[in-house]
């Protein structure tokens, strides 16, 4: 079982916006400089995240892309679901026809793993990390790394 590019680079664009939200938009070429991620891939993520509302672009000098909702109201599932990453550990994609047309015999392992993955990440809101000491750590030194916000104040100051 594994977490696909799409889902693990979504979440990690998303606690990079929520933790420079206070400092302002920020840039898809800044998370992609920062994090090592195509810029044609974040565009790609953006456009989903974007459509299902969790970002909204800023246009003009210093736009860029901010929270359209709190970190507190954005969980880590919404963020996966959102760039249609699924949540299903089962083989028939939840259908139920796994094996000849019939549930298999593992099924109700897969979908009860399924539901409790769902319900962790649902659990996990983008504020619980943008407050831990630690991330607010690394992201001092990111921003330090490639000149980050320079004029402006630093969140996690």
């Given at each position: 079982m594994r977490l696909s590019t799409k889902g693990r680079y979504a979440v990690t664009a998303m606690m990079d916006i929520a933790l420079h939200n206070k400092v302002g938009p920020v840039t898809l070429a800044d998370i992609s400089q920062c994090q090592g991620i195509s810029l044609s891939y974040l565009e790609q993520l953006f456009s989903k995240l974007r459509r299902h509302g969790l970002v909204e672009g800023v246009r003009g000098p210093g736009g860029g892309y901010r929270l359209a909702k709190k970190a507190g109201d954005i969980s880590i599932?919404?963020?996966?679901?959102?760039?249609?990453?699924?949540?299903?550990m089962t083989s028939c994609g939840g259908k139920g026809n796994c094996s000849k047309g019939d549930k298999c015999l593992t099924h109700y392992l897969w979908h009860d793993l399924s539901c409790k993955l769902y319900e962790f990440l649902s659990g996990i809101?983008?504020?619980q990390y943008v407050n831990r000491p630690e991330i607010s750590e690394l992201v001092k030194k990111q921003d330090a790394q490639y000149g980050r916000f320079l004029n402006r104040s630093h969140v996690a100051a």
């Open positions: 599932a919404d963020i996966i679901q959102s760039v249609d990453e699924k949540l299903d809101k983008l504020d």
